[in-house]
């Protein structure tokens, strides 16, 4: 049986008991004292987290301009800071071109994909007159509007049944008309988009420099390799406790072959033998030989040649990066593609797809080849990222420090003066 009973305490804070509130009133005070020192305490761990994130800029800007003779690693608080990350999204991910996805995702008109990015929630869509970036937030009352991939006419919310157009146009809105409602001026935001070599590139900012113009180089480099022909043959999904630089640089360094990757990599494609070419302003490739003595089919997968290569290309896998973080890998006749979703200091989300050229999909032993080189990147991405969750916490410990960079590191020093440029712009 629960009894009530009214103590002393309750009948000092009741203004109508007998203390007529004086508890009331002490307890004020000493809220708003309290609530002072906290606000103290905030305000100087404020200061103090500022200060912080000062000392690490400096610390990271001080390794401008070093030879790759005599280079550094950036601090490792720049692989675990969250302020630092944040300083990244500003002055980098928001202003840059971002890679979310591939035009063979969206074959047909209505064909779309979701993506989460940077606190963004994106559809992709291929409308009647091109792919587009949209919102995918409702502009009632905020409720996603897709989810996963598939086809659709339309995007109806699940919450009010709100109806928009491929192209973001609001088409309907029940029971809107006893309000003032112009429908005709509601549209999803859109994001400005470019497809280049087949990738989907979109800007958040939308006044980053055009992107084709940046990447033409390397458009000329890969037509060889016929892009417009690749499609998704298969795809891997990853969240990750790691930072997205260190998924960058080890995808682009072959040093680590010899010890992550003794079976996988470093009998076919010794780690002595790569190289990376002197970088460019938007993007950089680096470059792992086959052994001498390595056959041709040991190359291949089995699947159709990408296109009409140089002897050179035939034998060897090409790293290229599209900074800050869009990577793919080609091999004679596919191609490994890590398309990011940087989530925090140390949490990267990516999906690991293996494209082909669409002929590869009428081979009669398509799916056996294709379960094969999957299982095989399966094997290969879990060794990196078991090296990687270590480098992670590793940085994240007092004694951790710049390290220095090998010669067989010069995507990673590239990468690392890319973050510095912008960082400190």
């Given at each position: 049986?629960?009894?009530r009973?009214?103590?002393?305490?309750?009948?000092?804070?009741?203004?109508?008991?007998?203390?007529?509130?004086?508890?009331?009133?002490?307890?004020?005070?000493?809220?708003k004292?309290?609530?002072?020192?906290?606000?103290?305490?905030?305000?100087?761990?404020?200061?103090?987290?500022g200060?912080?994130?000062d000392?690490l800029?400096?610390?990271?800007?001080?390794?401008?301009?070093?030879p790759?003779?005599?280079?550094?690693?950036?601090p490792?608080?720049a692989?675990?800071?969250?302020?630092?990350?944040?300083?990244?999204v500003?002055?980098?991910?928001?202003?840059?071109?971002?890679?979310?996805?591939?035009?063979?995702?969206?074959?047909t008109?209505?064909?779309?994909?979701?993506?989460?990015?940077?606190?963004?929630?994106?559809?992709?869509?291929?409308?009647?007159?091109?792919?587009?970036?949209?919102?995918?937030?409702?502009?009632?009352?905020?409720?996603?509007?897709a989810?996963?991939?598939?086809?659709?006419r339309?995007?109806?919310?699940?919450?009010?049944?709100?109806?928009?157009?491929?192209?973001?146009?609001?088409?309907?809105?029940?029971?809107?008309?006893?309000?003032?409602?112009?429908?005709?001026?509601?549209?999803?935001?859109?994001?400005?988009?470019?497809?280049?070599?087949?990738?989907i590139?979109?800007?958040?900012?939308?006044?980053?420099?055009?992107?084709?113009?940046?990447?033409?180089?390397?458009?000329?480099?890969?037509?060889r390799?016929?892009?417009q022909?690749?499609?998704?043959?298969?795809?891997l999904?990853?969240?990750c406790?790691?930072?997205?630089?260190?998924v960058?640089?080890?995808?682009?360094?072959?040093?680590?072959?010899?010890?992550?990757?003794p079976?996988?990599?470093?009998?076919?494609?010794?780690?002595?033998?790569?190289?990376?070419?002197?970088?460019?302003?938007?993007?950089?490739?680096?470059?792992?030989?086959?052994r001498?003595?390595?056959?041709?089919?040991?190359?291949?997968?089995?699947?159709?040649?990408?296109?009409?290569?140089?002897?050179?290309?035939?034998?060897?896998?090409?790293?290229?990066?599209?900074?800050?973080?869009?990577?793919?890998?080609?091999l004679?006749?596919?191609?490994?593609?890590?398309?990011?979703?940087?989530?925090?200091?140390?949490?990267?989300?990516?999906?690991?797809?293996?494209?082909?050229?669409?002929?590869?999909?009428?081979?009669?032993?398509?799916?056996?080849?294709?379960?094969?080189?999957?299982?095989?990147?399966?094997?290969?991405?879990?060794?990196?990222?078991?090296?990687?969750?270590?480098?992670?916490?590793?940085?994240?410990?007092?004694?951790?420090?710049p390290?220095r960079?090998?010669?067989?590191?010069?995507?990673?020093?590239?990468?690392?003066?890319?973050?510095r440029?912008?960082?400190?712009n």
């Amino acid at each position: 049986m629960f009894i009530r009973e009214k103590c002393r305490l309750c009948e000092l804070a009741d203004p109508a008991g007998p203390g007529g509130g004086a508890l009331v009133h002490v307890l004020h005070r000493v809220n708003k004292k309290r609530d002072a020192m906290d606000g103290s305490l905030s305000f100087h761990g404020d200061q103090s987290a500022g200060a912080a994130l000062d000392a690490l800029l400096r610390s990271v800007l001080a390794g401008n301009d070093q030879p790759l003779a005599r280079a550094t690693t950036l601090p490792p608080e720049a692989y675990t800071s969250e302020g630092f990350f944040q300083l990244e999204v500003d002055r980098i991910f928001r202003r840059q071109w971002l890679v979310v996805g591939h035009v063979s995702q969206c074959n047909t008109v209505g064909d779309y994909f979701t993506i989460d990015l940077l606190g963004e929630m994106i559809v992709v869509v291929r409308a009647a007159d091109r792919i587009r970036a949209l919102s995918r937030i409702c502009l009632h009352r905020w409720a996603p509007l897709a989810s996963g991939s598939g086809n659709a006419r339309r995007f109806s919310c699940p919450f009010h049944k709100w109806a928009y157009g491929l192209d973001g146009r609001l088409l309907g809105a029940p029971l809107m008309d006893q309000v003032e409602f112009d429908a005709q001026a509601c549209r999803l935001p859109e994001y400005r988009t470019e497809i280049v070599d087949g990738f989907i590139y979109l800007n958040l900012s939308g006044d980053a420099a055009p992107l084709a113009p940046q990447l033409s180089e390397l458009t000329d480099v890969l037509s060889r390799s016929r892009p417009q022909d690749w499609v998704i043959g298969t795809t891997l999904e990853y969240d990750c406790p790691i930072n997205w630089k260190i998924v960058v640089e080890t995808f682009m360094e072959c040093y680590h072959h010899i010890a992550a990757h003794p079976e996988t990599f470093e009998r076919a494609y010794p780690a002595r033998q790569t190289y990376v070419e002197d970088g460019r302003a938007a993007w950089t490739v680096g470059h792992a030989p086959a052994r001498a003595d390595l056959p041709e089919a040991r190359i291949s997968a089995g699947f159709p040649a990408l296109g009409e290569l140089t002897a050179q290309e035939r034998r060897e896998f090409r790293l290229y990066l599209v900074y800050p973080y869009q990577l793919f890998n080609v091999l004679p006749d596919r191609v490994f593609w890590f398309c990011l979703q940087p989530e925090g200091a140390a949490r990267t989300r990516f999906q690991a797809h293996i494209l082909v050229r669409r002929e590869a999909l009428e081979q009669p032993d398509y799916q056996q080849r294709m379960t094969a080189e999957r299982d095989f990147l399966v094997v290969v991405n879990d060794e990196d990222i078991a090296v990687n969750v270590m480098q992670q916490r590793g940085a994240a410990t007092r004694a951790a420090a710049p390290g220095r960079f090998s010669h067989l590191e010069k995507a990673c020093w590239q990468l690392a003066d890319y973050v510095r440029e912008r960082i400190g712009n």
